[in-house]
């Protein structure tokens, strides 16, 4: 899928890395391949610069005269333009300034041309996933707003998944996010002394997931919230690591009543966790006889050998 330019890599860049997404729109698919790949270098630093919406000739050369006008610079041009005469153009200007580059869009058309034996709209700007997926997303976003911190235990009836535990864990995030990959997910804090919404119990168990965090990271994040809010003297335990721990083991009680498993997501992508909270709701669904309701654009895995 890189289209590049052979070079010897430096054993050790100095400075900042800077990497050029020439998009014909957003540049949002761009930009996540291009974090996701930025990822596995944790010990370097890179500048993701975006130009949007390159659909004429004159708009892209301006952006490649920018790139040019930064030349000496460690740069790397990844593009995502469905037009075939926009790329060439491009592939031609990173030859000559002899840049390393990656057209992220162009073999995944080609392949899919390849398979359907249909040949490509090559239309820029089109819509991506404005469908039936598309509202799934927005009304599990929304039901995740509305239900978070079990601001509606009845809802909790609804739900695909549920997320228990301690107050800064990652419950809000996470659930947000399952909303956006089309999961109706609502959270529940759990804190000692105060009784669990009787709904709780009436869902299938196996709905639920723990969540957990290191007590010392927790009580660093939550350190930083109460920062952010401008409050100070706080007696009540909140940020008292001793009374962090007590309150975890609190927590794990909590959920073993719940029977739910427990996920520990310090130092965690939100992707990963999301992944992972899905992976168990789905694992233990099939063990009770349940199922998992699976978003439209969502396929299943095909069985395993």
Request: net charge negative.
């Amino acid at each position: 899928m890189t289209d590049s330019v052979p070079s010897e890599p430096s054993d050790a860049p100095s400075g900042n890395l800077e990497i050029h997404l020439l998009a014909d729109s957003t540049g949002e698919s761009g930009v996540r391949l291009a974090r996701a790949a930025v990822a596995q270098f944790p010990d370097l630093e890179f500048t993701l610069v975006r130009h949007r919406r390159l659909t004429t000739t004159a708009r892209l050369h301006a952006a490649l005269e920018a790139i040019r006008a930064r030349r000496g610079r460690p740069t790397a041009v990844f593009f995502t333009l469905v037009s075939e005469e926009l790329a060439s153009i491009v592939r031609a200007a990173c030859v000559e300034l002899e840049l390393p580059h990656a057209d992220l869009m162009t073999d995944a058309m080609r392949a899919l041309e390849q398979l359907s034996g249909s040949h490509a709209d090559q239309v820029p700007m089109r819509p991506v996933g404005v469908e039936a997926d598309y509202f799934v997303r927005i009304s599990a976003i929304d039901f995740a707003v509305r239900n978070d911190d079990g601001a509606q235990p009845a809802a909790l009836a609804e739900c695909d998944i549920c997320l228990v535990g301690p107050s800064r864990s990652g419950k809000t995030p996470l659930s947000i996010y399952l909303g956006y990959l089309g999961y109706k997910a609502v959270n529940v804090p759990l804190v000692p002394d105060i009784p669990l919404p009787v709904e709780l119990f009436a869902i299938e168990p196996w709905r639920i997931v723990g969540l957990t965090l290191d007590a010392e990271r927790l009580r660093t994040i939550r350190s930083e919230r109460v920062r952010g809010l401008g409050v100070r003297g706080m007696k009540d335990g909140y940020v008292d690591l001793a009374s962090i721990y007590d309150e975890l083991d609190d927590v794990k009680s909590l959920q073993r009543r719940l029977r739910c498993p427990v996920l520990d997501t310090t130092g965690m992508a939100l992707e990963e966790a999301a992944a992972r909270i899905v992976d168990l709701v789905e694992e233990r669904a099939g063990k009770h006889g349940g199922h998992l309701r699976r978003p439209p654009g969502v396929a299943s895995e095909l069985p395993r050998p």
